[in-house]
């Protein structure tokens, strides 16, 4: 049965609203809206139907009967974090090959291929994630035979029998060192590759040119068939986004002027390990980044620039960036880096992001540049019922979640690891071997 | 019993003496040194030996002035908290640590840490930075001997490139002051590992730790197996990694015997690492993710008659948190590292808070150039997983993992790792809790001299890699 609840009491607010059934009130949090706004202390949210309906500081007169009622006695609330760019849901032990459908380096395709086909909703690692309060994700098979990735996936957390949200939201290629590297030996090759494949495909989409439909091969590797070209359709057309993998500021030069000849590219850089010498002119071309947090290493010659200021300097310059998963040892520490991000704005010298900006970074900016603005990432009328509570500040080192709540169903939060934390509370055999404790 | 039975006459010249160059102008001036003149025909060449010093190091403390450090929240490495404490610093050494009333003398440095916080240098007890430098090219790949399954005679110094600019990084975000280099996991025994100071030098030698004692690092499970089982050699197995342990540790006990006995042994680098083992001089750190593989480690550490100091990586270590107290063996962890390979699988957020509970050793490691930047933090998560299922450790018994626990497990721990009289002036002055992902290091000292300053430019150490080049001395 559905229970009264008056977010702010007052006798005559009751009588003058009409309760509706809810699925969910969570009052009294530190509430978090996610659109880079500070928090707010008080706040509410309320969800129906699955859905946002309101979310903010609760005006008198606001009434709402609801099944569950959270009191979150003060603590943060957020909308569930979005992480891109992952690989979640395609492999469960990376290095165990036959479990990993990351990269496939002997396949004849290349952006022909399609991860929404292989996500596993169970895997361990989406438990794992949804349980660190990662409610979507976009996820991608990475580059191995080609420069292109193949075409990435939106994707929500549920563990549900329908992972996939959007197929085929994007499509990634690689035109750093790897790049090069993989389109036979330079960027110069890489680039021929893409020009290529652009062109055919712009054929293949009827706009100029004759479609020529041979493969592009190397000895007995394939570079681009058929398939490939027609999956990239799609991206010459503008219907489907490109994201770019770069990270030199000449590579991101480069990269924005492909512009020119493909106006309607939706592109998107990845990593832009060197996107803040390049600011200006990433800011003016509004090509949105998933910029790699906290990398400051020249690990390679494409990343000499590198500092942890990037993404501050880039946010300063009127560049949309949001945090790259990719680069980090799982995705779930995205609200680490961010708040990293934050104590770089009290370093001399250094530029970070503050707080509203930093947690957006990992919710709603990336859910936009995903294609899911105003649905994922936030809390505002309207998007998807995704709250996460928190057992502290969330981009605090080592906070996680206390509830999960996505689509405003209550998600559960064991795992294989919340499984063995439990057997080794104690390492008590005295009765019976740890294999009968569970 | 170990020592090196026949005494040799080294002959320093000899390089010289082979280039004919050299025989012309030893010839016009009638010999190019001592030791060459005075050799009598009958004499042996002979290397000079470890223990009259061979790489020594070279590094010296850089110039101080006696500093202090008040009003700031100190934790001092061996699970003190002093709130509005004062550490007072002088001649590379700690002098006091205490309160608010610590007397200080009149005309020294002061800097006021109100709102800040003082630990001792942090310590990295697995790192390859200078091995495997940035930038990672292949040309730059110097970690692992992987040629053979035990190479105890690789020194991992020989690789280090002092101009990594993964050190300062370290340094500037990360507050570590002295960190372990080991060779990679590709071979059982991989090689020795050396403690360096994280000081920029142009040499490794000037960066090696005076008096710190060397590691050898070894390596469990499916890194060898995997590595020589697929060139179709042994090990290929876990059982087969045992096996050549097994007889390479017996030929060392052999060594070690010929060599105290009348009849000597020719000097066999590898070996002289293990005897350097069985005699407690050389620790082990040992690569091991697995708990069952680590139990047999420890029968065959006693098998074997050495001690394993530190077994690192050690996922699994959660689950015999008992047995690592009992042996004394530190476990080097990660706080969140998990399922990137098969035996790290079972990797749990828990596993420091567990092995706490049980009273045994943790460390927090890296084995990661970024990490490294961020070990505080990475204690900081593995605390709070702790807190989660009331296992309540306190800030500065945490502060531990990262400073005196990996000092205790390199055998450097009556120098550095902790904030006591007598001690080096390793410390970091924090602008925030250390525990906290908003909290960076403001200023870093080793032995008593300032090595890096947030709020002066000029205090960032540029490695001659990055020099003019994008982003030269910039904050990173």
Redesign the interface.
């Known amino acids: 049965m559905k229970r009264l609840l008056m977010l702010a009491a007052s006798a005559a607010a009751l009588c003058a609203a009409p309760a509706l059934a809810q699925d969910m009130v969570v009052t009294n949090a530190t509430l978090v809206i996610g659109d880079g706004t500070a928090p707010i202390e008080g706040g509410a949210v309320v969800v129906d139907d699955g859905k946002v309906v309101f979310a903010g500081l609760p005006t008198p007169g606001q009434a709402f009967a609801t099944d569950v009622l959270i009191d979150a006695g003060g603590a943060w609330v957020t909308p569930g974090l979005f992480a891109t760019v992952t690989t979640l849901g395609l492999a ?5 090959d036959e479990s990993n459908d990351i990269s496939a380096d002997k396949s004849p395709f290349s952006a022909a291929l399609d991860a929404a086909t292989a996500i596993n909703p169970t895997s ?2 989406i438990k ?1 994630h949804r349980a660190a309060g990662i409610t979507r994700a976009a996820t991608t098979t990475m580059p191995a035979g080609s420069i292109f990735a193949g075409q990435g996936a939106i994707i929500d957390l549920d563990g549900d029998a329908r992972p996939v949200m959007q197929a085929r939201a994007f499509q990634m290629i690689d035109l750093g060192e790897g790049g090069g590297r993989r389109a036979g030996g330079s960027r110069v090759a890489a680039y021929a590759l893409l020009q290529a494949a652009l062109r055919e495909a712009q054929a293949l989409s009827g706009q100029s040119g004759i479609p020529q439909t041979t493969a592009i091969a190397r000895d007995n590797e394939v570079l681009l068939s058929r398939f490939d070209a027609e999956a990239l359709v799609p991206v010459v057309t503008g219907r489907q986004k490109l994201y770019v993998a770069v990270d030199r ?1 000449a590579d991101i030069r480069a990269v924005l002027a492909l512009k020119a000849d493909y106006p309607r590219l939706a592109m998107v850089l990845v990593g832009a390990t ?1 996107g803040w ?1 390049v600011a200006d002119a990433i800011a003016a071309a509004g090509v949105p980044v998933i910029a790699n947090g ?8 494409e ?7 990037n993404a501050g300097r880039m946010a300063r310059a009127g560049v949309t960036v949001a945090i790259n998963a990719a680069t980090l ?2 995705p ?2 995205l609200q ?1 880096v961010a ?2 991000l ?2 770089l704005t ?5 530029a970070g992001l503050d707080w509203g900006q930093a947690f957006a970074a990992i919710s709603s900016v990336p859910a936009a540049i995903s294609g899911m603005g105003g649905k994922a990432g936030v809390l505002k009328p309207g998007a998807l019922g995704d709250v996460v509570v928190w ?2 500040d969330p ?6 979640p206390t509830r999960v709540f996505i689509g405003g169903r209550e998600q559960r939060l064991e795992s ?2 919340s499984g ?2 439990d057997r ?2 104690d ?1 008590d055999e005295s009765d019976r071997p740890k294999a009968f404790d569970w | 019993m170990f020592s090196h039975a026949r005494s040799r006459v080294r002959l320093g010249a000899l390089a010289v003496l082979s280039s004919a160059v050299a025989l012309g102008a030893c010839a016009t001036t009638g010999g190019s040194g001592d030791t060459a003149s005075t050799r009598s025909a009958d004499t042996a060449f002979a290397a000079r030996t470890e223990s009259e010093g061979v790489f020594p190091s070279t590094y010296k403390p850089y110039p101080n002035i006696a500093t202090a450090l008040t009003g700031a929240t100190i934790y001092d490495g061996r699970g003190g908290t002093i709130e509005n404490g004062t550490v007072f610093f002088s001649g590379a050494k700690i002098v006091a640590v205490g309160g608010p009333d610590t007397p200080i003398p009149a005309d020294i440095a002061v800097f006021d840490g109100t709102g800040k916080f003082v630990t001792p240098g942090i310590i990295d007890i697995h790192s390859h930075l200078g091995d495997y430098p940035s930038p990672g090219v292949d040309a730059h790949s110097d970690g692992n001997e992987a040629t053979a399954p035990t190479t105890p005679e690789v020194w991992a110094e020989h690789s280090v490139w002092p101009q990594d600019p993964g050190f300062s990084r370290a340094l500037a975000n990360g507050g570590i002051t002295s960190l372990q280099i080991l060779p990679g996991s590709a071979n059982l025994m991989g090689g020795r590992s050396v403690t360096l100071k994280n000081v920029p030098a142009r040499t490794v030698q000037g960066m090696k730790f005076p008096g710190a004692p060397y590691g050898m690092k070894m390596a469990c499970g499916e890194n060898p197996k995997r590595v020589y089982g697929g060139r179709g050699r042994a090990p290929s197995t876990r059982m087969g990694n045992f096996a050549v342990n097994r007889e390479t540790w017996l030929a060392a006990i052999d060594y070690a015997n010929d060599q105290a006995s009348e009849k000597g042994a020719k000097r066999d680098l590898g070996k002289e690492t293990l005897v350097g083992v069985l005699k407690g001089d050389i620790l082990i750190h040992n690569h091991c993710y697995r708990a069952d593989e680590m139990a047999l480690v420890l029968d065959m550490a006693k098998e074997m008659g050495y001690k394993v100091s530190a077994f690192h990586h050690a996922v699994e270590a959660y689950k015999i948190g008992d047995l690592l107290k009992q042996n004394d063996v530190c476990a080097a962890v990660w706080a969140d590292w998990y399922g990137f390979k098969m035996e790290s699988y079972d990797g749990i957020l828990e596993n420091a808070a567990f092995l706490q509970r049980e009273g045994a050793c943790v460390v927090i490691h890296s084995d990661d150039q970024d990490d490294i930047q961020r070990l505080n933090q990475e204690a900081a998560k593995a605390q709070k997983a702790g807190l989660r299922l009331g296992i309540n450790i306190p800030d500065a018994a945490v502060i531990g993992w990262i400073t005196y626990n990996p000092a205790k497990a390199m055998g450097i721990e009556v120098m550095t790792g902790s904030l006591e009289p007598g001690k080096l002036a390793d410390l970091v002055l924090w602008n925030g809790n250390p525990l906290s992902a908003y909290s960076r290091p403001e200023k870093v000292w080793i032995d008593g001299a300032l090595m890096y300053d947030a709020l002066n430019p000029k205090m960032r150490p540029v490695s001659d890699f990055e020099l003019g080049q994008p982003g030269a001395g910039d904050v990173k």
């Open positions: 469960d032990v990376s290095a165990v361990e690692n794992v500021a060197e010498l906290l990398t400051d290493l020249p690990e390679t010659f990343k000499l620039g590198a500092t942890q200021s040892q799982n779930r520490r680490q708040g990293n934050v104590a009290r370093m001399p010298g250094a057992d502290g981009l605090e080192a080592g906070s996680v294989h690891q063995l934390r080794y509370r390492l």
